[in-house]
């Protein structure tokens, strides 16, 4: 077993002293450990081919990623696909590394796409922007997926972890995770064969520290057949979680919701059977009741933690705190997050920074179709997302949405 690792160890050493070469083939990078695609230190860009377009790429040192000196520097307008890139061979990593910068927060820039020799028809596995709309964004062609603002002249490190049975990738930044089960923007690529980088808008970029690997089975296999009359591995204890606040659907109902206590008990029967909902977690129904019982006051009222990343139940972000989900827009639509996908509607009672309306049904306890209680909407990101308009009560279509997080 000590011999297994230090090969190991001996092999991951050797593959970041030197860059894949394009002259390799697929099966020889099929047993790399870890392989070092550029640090760019170097001096060249050998292995990546010119633009198509007017754009520009150059081995700079303006700037380099995690203490470098040198990265690829792409300036001025590609369009798509028409930057730089480089010639993979034709693999499946499971995890890939890069640092990217963008010098502009309103301008689209900074594209880095992973796929298939197809790319430029099918967009293959990852698509990410520093989009102008100051957040990098993943785009899968019918979703798009806001991972965070992000600063114009501060470098970012990106991880991904690529699942090639279930088409997903999962996305950190800064060793924060950000998405979960992003799906592939194309279902039938079978391999990574180009890495794309360029600017859909004139602007500059910077790319540098590219890693990918695809560790083979651990050698290193857990088994218990009990002969050693001793259970010290086992432990029943609780593992920690990652800490989050939840956004889910809580249901409907015709009629009166119940006020705070009935739409509170819709939010924990609904817990029971809904799947991403933390083990332990605390729920309650997300909505404003009177003016001493407002969406902005549950921090100080029912002790929601303000500093956590709002998700939907399969990890998707809404938003980056409390803050930033009551700041009038949200960084993905309900829907598109996995909160709710029954209907498009949801009683608020709120405003758009989570103040209670004038149109609450009465705090949520009658059912009549003579008031009005106020609703959002699930599939937008504007201010409309928690403050669209005011609707009759007492209807099945308009859901509660509900909020579980750990202690």
């Not at 309103?106 to 099918?122: E, K, R, W």
């Not at 990738?169 to 800064?174: A, M, T």
């Not at 920690?240 to 109902?253: E, H, I, N």
């Not at 049904?361 to 909407?377: A, E, K, N, P, V």
Request: proline share 4%.
């Amino acid at each position: 077993m000590r011999s297994s690792y230090a090969a190991l160890s001996l092999c991951v050493v050797s593959f970041l002293l030197v860059k894949v070469s394009t002259a390799q083939t697929v099966s020889d990078q099929g047993t790399k450990d870890i392989a070092l695609i550029d640090d760019f230190e170097d001096g060249d860009l050998v292995d990546w081919n010119l633009p198509t377009s007017t754009c520009t790429r150059t081995n700079s040192t303006d700037t380099g990623a995690d203490g470098t000196s040198r990265s690829l520097k792409i300036q001025g307008v590609c369009g798509h696909y028409q930057g730089a890139w480089y010639d993979l061979g034709g693999w499946q990593p499971t995890s890939v590394t890069f640092w990217v910068r963008s010098e502009s927060l309103a301008l689209s820039t900074s594209h880095v796409v992973l796929g298939d020799d197809n790319v430029t028809s099918n967009n293959g596995v990852f698509f990410l922007s520093a989009h102008n709309s100051g957040q990098w964004v993943i785009s899968t062609g019918t979703a798009s997926f806001y991972l965070a603002p992000y600063t114009a002249g501060q470098w970012y490190r990106f991880d991904l972890s690529i699942d090639w049975v279930g088409k997903t990738v999962d996305v950190s930044i800064d060793g924060v995770s950000r998405q979960y089960n992003v799906p592939f923007r194309s279902s039938p690529t079978t391999s990574l064969t180009r890495l794309h980088f360029y600017n859909y808008q004139t602007g500059t970029a910077y790319l540098d520290q590219i890693t990918m690997s695809s560790p083979p089975p651990s050698l290193d296999v857990f088994q218990n057949d009990f002969e050693s009359a001793d259970t010290t591995a086992w432990s029943t204890a609780v593992p920690t979680q990652p800490q989050r606040l939840v956004l889910y659907d809580g249901g409907s109902v015709t009629g009166a919701i119940g006020g705070r206590g009935g739409a509170d008990v819709m939010c924990g029967v609904a817990a029971e059977s809904a799947t991403g909902i933390p083990v332990h977690a605390t729920t309650r129904a997300f909505l404003s009741v009177t003016g001493d019982d407002e969406i902005r006051d549950m921090p100080t009222r029912y002790g929601v933690p303000t500093g956590r990343q709002v998700t939907g139940p399969n990890w998707n972000v809404v938003a980056t705190d409390w803050t930033d989900l009551l700041d009038g827009t949200i960084a993905m639509e309900l829907f598109t997050a996995g909160v709710q996908t029954a209907t498009n509607f949801w009683y608020s009672g709120s405003l758009s920074d989570g103040s209670v309306s004038v149109n609450t049904c009465s705090g949520w306890t009658d059912g009549s179709t003579f008031l009005d209680g106020r609703y959002g909407l699930t599939q937008v990101t504007n201010s409309n997302w928690i403050n669209t308009d005011s609707a009759t009560c007492g209807a099945s279509i308009y859901h509660v949405l509900c909020l579980a997080w750990r202690p």
